[in-house]
Structure formats: structure tokens, C-alpha cells
């Protein structure tokens, strides 16, 4: 199983075996090469293979298989195997201690625990969309969280960040999540969302205030519409090139105030091309600072985006080596949460 923040494959323990605690580097193994590409890997002397594990579009893991021989049947047969466990593994990992544990590297806070428990899966999609999301850092988030679904041919994306980063910070989010749900469920528009959400926030957390991002994105058609109340705008990724300014439009005010309650957000528009990226970040991201004061910065987040997209990285891989950049140029040590969500509009042709 990958772990929580996407470095390492973790083996479950073996009935035959009273402990193992093999792990190996997703970035430098075979085991990893798997999990990164999502192709089946096998070893040069043909007795072993490792296969991904991935439950729709959302990778879970790899399962290694070792015969005699391993034919083309045979492989075959392991795959579907494959998917059978990481059936089992995400059917299971909702209430069993063992995956819950052996996925994590250290000891979680109680308002990480918090907001994971509302977390949606990493990534989801079908044949025309798919959004992936990372936060980070894993185990000690404070305000930030982020939601994404599939409905009848529209993928809703949102993303907040609350003030603060402590526990009221995490129950703020877990709010603004639970709000925009039960919203959006009983058939709300997007200023409806940010107006509960506004006034939800207002009426039992008074002077918590909470930026956000909250959108949808027509799989037919390619339309994008969104409300930004006081967050750093969405990026549009076209033919491998970040275009700024794009998604940029009049600031409205964080949610909280009250304000929206009487004054809904505008609503934007914007019509994409088939294979589009829309990148939603927080301003963790491109507030990080080095050990020398050095910002991540919007161009280097740019420059990231763009040299996932040239060597052909899934919005999953493309998302997981971004945030390793962003810990590397921190030196792991966030001062602030960073969350990156990646939608991409990949519609069939014709």
C-alpha cells in the first residue's frame, strides 16, 4: 500500500511471517515504477512481477507476484487478482485499524484525524475528467481541506482554507465541507454553496473567516464555472504552458463575514479545450519559504506544472511529484498548509 503522503510502499503483514516491515521508495524501486505509471513492471528474470492496485482511477498500491513463470495468461490472471484486492483494501480501509495504521509513518494530530475522516478519495474521474488532490502536511494539516464528486456529467472541485491552524481551523474546514455537501445534495447552486457556507460559518464559528474556491466542470461540454471568495485564482494548463491571468477575476470577500449572506458571489465562466489542466492551490503553496527565505512563488509552481505535463504524468503523478517539490524546497518543514487539487477536461473524441 502507498502510505499516506505517497513516498513509500508499505507490504501488509503475511500470515506466514509474525512481522515484516519491508517498505520501498515509490521513486526508486520497481514496486514504485508500477505504482507511478500504472503499467505492470516485471523483474528480468520473469519470476516476479509487480502489478498496481487501483480502485477506478486512484491508486492504492501494487500487489508483487512471483511464479516460475510468468506468461502473458498468467500476468493476465494477476491482474485481475490486483483488482480484486484493491477492492478488498478500499471496501476494508473505512474501519480496519491495520490499513488505517500501516499506511501512516507517525503519529497523526487531532485536527489532521479531523479533517481526513471528511477527505474524499485522492483522486476520481471518468473517461472524460479527472481530479486528483494532495494535502500536505499530512499529519499536522491546520485549515486546509478540499472536496471533489461526480454527477451526471459534472465534476464539482472545491477547495478551502481556513484562518488559523488549530483545532477550531480543522472543524472550520470540516464545516465549510459538510456545508457544501449537504448543499450541493439537495440541489444548490454554486453562490448557494458559498452563501450557506458564509452563513453557517458565521453563525457558529463568529470570526473564523475561510477563503475558497468552489466549481464545476461540465464533462460535455468543457464548461467551467466557479466562485472565488479571497483565494489565489485557479491556473489554466493548456498544450504545456501555464496561461496567467486566464481564471483571474474581481477578488470577492472570504466566507465568514456574513457578507455573501445578503451579497451572493459572481459567478464565472470560462469554456476549455479538450486536454486542459486547472490547477486550485493554496496559498501555502506559493507562500512556502526555503531555510534562506527563498518563495516557492507562482512561476516556480508553473515551471512544475509544465514539466509534469511534457514528460506525460497522470494528474496523479503530476500532483505527487509537484507537492515532494514544494517539501523539498521547504526542507519538509511547512509552515502553512499547502493543498493542490489538478483537474484535467479529457473528453472522448467525438
Known amino acids: 500500500m502507498a502510505d499516506l503522503q505517497q513516498v513509500r510502499l508499505v507490504a501488509l503483514p503475511r500470515p506466514d511471517l509474525a512481522a515484516e516491515d519491508e517498505a520501498l521508495d515509490i521513486d526508486t524501486s520497481l514496486a514504485g515504477l508500477a505504482y507511478r505509471t500504472q503499467q505492470i513492471q516485471q523483474a528480468r528474470d520473469g519470476t516476479a512481477a509487480y502489478i498496481p492496485m487501483i480502485d477506478g482511477v486512484e491508486r492504492v498500491g501494487v500487489l508483487r507476484v512471483t511464479a516460475a513463470r510468468l506468461d502473458a495468461a498468467m500476468l493476465q490472471a494477476c491482474k485481475a487478482l490486483a483488482d480484486l484486492s484493491a477492492l478488498l483494501v478500499v471496501a476494508k480501509s473505512l474501519h480496519s485499524e491495520l490499513l488505517i495504521t500501516r499506511e501512516r509513518t507517525q503519529p497523526m494530530s ?12 485522492r483522486t476520481i474521474g471518468t473517461t472524460s475528467v479527472t481530479s486528483s488532490a494532495v494535502l500536505e502536511p499530512a499529519y499536522e494539516v491546520g485549515g486546509d481541506a478540499f472536496d471533489h464528486s461526480l454527477d451526471d456529467g459534472t465534476l464539482h472541485l472545491t477547495l478551502l482554507d481556513a484562518m488559523g491552524h488549530d483545532l477550531a481551523s480543522g472543524g472550520a474546514s470540516a464545516i ?6 449537504a448543499t450541493r445534495r439537495s440541489g444548490g447552486t454554486l453562490p448557494d454553496i458559498a452563501t450557506a457556507i458564509d452563513r453557517t460559518l458565521e453563525q457558529w464559528l463568529p470570526g473564523r473567516l475561510m477563503t ?10 468543457g464548461r467551467l464555472t466557479w466562485i472565488n471568495c479571497g483565494h489565489p485564482p485557479p491556473l489554466l494548463v493548456r498544450e504545456g504552458r501555464v496561461l496567467p491571468h486566464i481564471l483571474e477575476r474581481t477578488p470577492q470577500l472570504p466566507l465568514g463575514l456574513g457578507f455573501h449572506t445578503q451579497h451572493p458571489p459572481t459567478l464565472n465562466r470560462e469554456r476549455l479545450q479538450p486536454g486542459d489542466r486547472i ?23 508553473g515551471d512544475a506544472v509544465i514539466r509534469s505535463t511534457t514528460q506525460g504524468d ?37
Open 110 to 121: 487531532v485536527q489532521s484525524e479531523l479533517l481526513w475522516a471528511f477527505l474524499p478519495p
Open 176 to 181: 465549510g465541507l459538510a456545508t457544501c455537501r
Open 212 to 221: 475558497g474556491v468552489i466549481a464545476d466542470l461540465d464533462s460535455r461540454t
Open 279 to 301: 490547477l486550485l492551490y493554496s496559498d501555502g503553496v506559493t507562500e512556502a519559504r526555503s531555510p534562506a527565505g527563498d518563495l516557492f512563488g507562482e512561476q516556480r509552481l
Open 314 to 350: 497522470t494528474s496523479p503523478e503530476a500532483l505527487r511529484r509537484l507537492i515532494q517539490n514544494l517539501l523539498a524546497h521547504q526542507k519538509n518543514r511547512l509552515r502553512d498548509d499547502a493543498t493542490l487539487m489538478l483537474a484535467e477536461w479529457h473528453p472522448t473524441p467525438g
